[in-house]
């Protein structure tokens, strides 16, 4: 374990951040992290607790406690605070395949399940990662992994997000042939053109990408299956074929004037920003998207907050963001206790950037938009939003949000981001390879297995489990990866 006292002796540290105004220049990865000593002094806080949850990747309460990949938290804790970074790295491997992402994206459920939550800080075990896996590949222990023997076995991968590639990465590795299908231009889905680069570099993307492609995994872009290339001829020139596809079908809002030009998806909106970063090698930042503009963002979840930052970075005038749902408590209530998921509130990267430029945070709780009104042009220019109450529905006894009359309100509007989540997985793949999808129209499979109703076919990721995070659907591959070499060889390692 860590040092036994450690979580007495020291206190939490994270890595230094960027003063607001001096980050929302350009959009650059803005966290320092610590020193080798003072990360060591971080390890040293973990206690090896005899009942780790930090590693458990339980659903309690509704939600996950701890890590879905069973990251074996403390011992790797441990191993940074004696300084032995190649067996903390080796340690890591086994259970993870991306943790350059996850220590750059995840809202570490690890963290959020920690004893010390108690009564003080968790331990740092996201930045603890991240030293990790960067030590490594600054070492270079992080090499590609080639196979000794080739089983024969050839397995399509159709999409590039994080499911897909621990899913490639696996099999690879294992022995299988592997291609991977993207319909973008560049490799990395969500991770490419979902996720901003001042969140994730796509250079750290890359650089897993080269890795893989040196282990023998080959990638296909600008091939939209489903449409450019038939099901059925994957399934003649595969022996398996993996949907991960990603839950990539947005959630719409249907009011008066939503056909207004200026409203965008904001999945669509950040990749259209990164994609005209990566195309000029951030020489040319795409500045009329939102420059001098109002900017609505409806959806108060990761994405939504994604935009508020994109927005900011591009000279927005203004923004709001709105959320449909009460403000969270600032402190766990005694319906949401430890391990639970704390659902209080929190106040991310952009909202932060928001309050130092505007001087106010974006988010305007329980108020949604009932009217677009356009100007003469077709363009968005206003919004109309109204109030909303919690009331049980006297039909299904459910608590739902509803309009709270003679609380409208117009407010000027440019640009207007839909964030408000999505709605499963896309009905021309799913349709191509006819699987059977169930009633959020995620592909249906038999609890925790990974196989479709067709034969050959499996998926993995959002399109099977809904929108989720990004260590989520790394678990997902690396467990569908095994449900298919388990099929092809009647046995696996995975």
């Not at 350059?100 to 959020?112: G, M, Q, Y």
């Not at 998806?265 to 994609?275: R, S």
């Not at 001087?359 to 220019?381: A, L, S």
């Amino acid at each position: 374990m860590g040092k036994p006292t450690g979580f007495l002796e020291y206190k939490r540290e994270t890595a230094k951040v960027l003063p607001p105004k001096v980050r929302i220049a350009n959009f650059k990865e803005f966290r320092t992290p610590l020193n080798k000593e003072k990360q060591k002094l971080q390890g040293a806080r973990c206690m090896a607790c005899g009942v780790p949850f930090c590693q458990s990747g339980m659903m309690i309460g509704g939600m996950a406690s701890g890590c879905p990949l069973h990251n074996l938290v403390p011992e790797t804790n441990d191993l940074v605070y004696t300084g032995n970074w190649k067996q903390a790295f080796l340690r890591l491997s086994k259970t993870h395949s991306f943790p350059e992402f996850t220590s750059r994206v995840c809202p570490a459920l690890c963290e959020a399940a920690c004893t010390c939550n108690i009564n003080g800080e968790p331990v740092s075990t996201k930045e603890n990662e991240r030293a990790i896996i960067e030590t490594a590949y600054e070492n270079g222990w992080v090499t590609p992994q080639i196979p000794e023997v080739r089983t024969g076995k050839s397995i399509a991968v159709i999409g590039s997000g994080p499911s897909g590639l621990a899913a490639a990465q696996q099999l690879n590795r294992r022995g299988h042939s592997v291609t991977v299908f993207e319909r973008k231009d560049r490799v990395g889905g969500l991770l490419r053109y979902g996720i901003p680069n001042m969140k994730l570099d796509k250079a750290v993307v890359d650089r897993r990408i080269h890795l893989m492609e040196e282990e023998g995994v080959k990638f296909v872009t600008n091939v939209n299956v489903g449409k450019d290339i038939k099901a059925e001829e994957l399934l003649k020139q595969f022996d398996r074929v993996i949907l991960a596809c990603g839950a990539s079908n947005p959630r719409d809002i249907k009011v008066p004037g939503r056909d207004a030009k200026g409203i965008y998806f904001a999945v669509d909106f950040l990749g259209q920003v990164t994609k005209a970063l990566l195309d000029t090698d951030f020489a040319k930042v795409p500045y009329e998207l939102a420059k001098g503009k109002n900017v609505l963002v409806i959806g108060g979840g990761d994405t939504g907050n994604d935009c508020v930052g994109t927005s900011i970075r591009l000279g927005a005038k203004s923004v709001i963001q709105l959320e449909m749902m009460p403000k969270p408590p600032v402190e766990r209530t005694p319906s949401n206790p430890w391990p639970q998921w704390p659902r209080v509130l929190k106040t991310d990267y952009g909202q932060e950037e928001a309050i130092a430029v505007f001087g106010h945070d974006p988010r305007v709780y329980q108020t949604t938009v009932t009217e677009f009104i356009k100007d003469k042009n077709g363009n968005v220019c206003q919004a109309k939003l109204t109030k909303l109450k919690s009331e049980k529905d006297p039909k299904t006894g459910r608590m739902m949000m509803v309009p709270v009359e003679g609380t409208e309100e117009v407010i000027p509007v440019d640009v207007v981001l839909i964030a408000a989540g999505f709605l499963g997985s896309e009905k021309y793949v799913t349709d191509a390879f006819k699987v059977a999808i169930n009633g959020r129209t995620n592909v249906d499979t038999k609890p925790d297995q990974y196989q479709t109703s067709v034969d050959k076919v499996f998926t993995a990721g959002d399109m099977h489990r809904g929108q989720s995070l990004v260590v989520w659907a790394i678990r997902e591959g690396r467990e569908a990866a095994k449900a298919v070499d388990e099929s092809l060889m009647g046995y696996s390692y995975l």
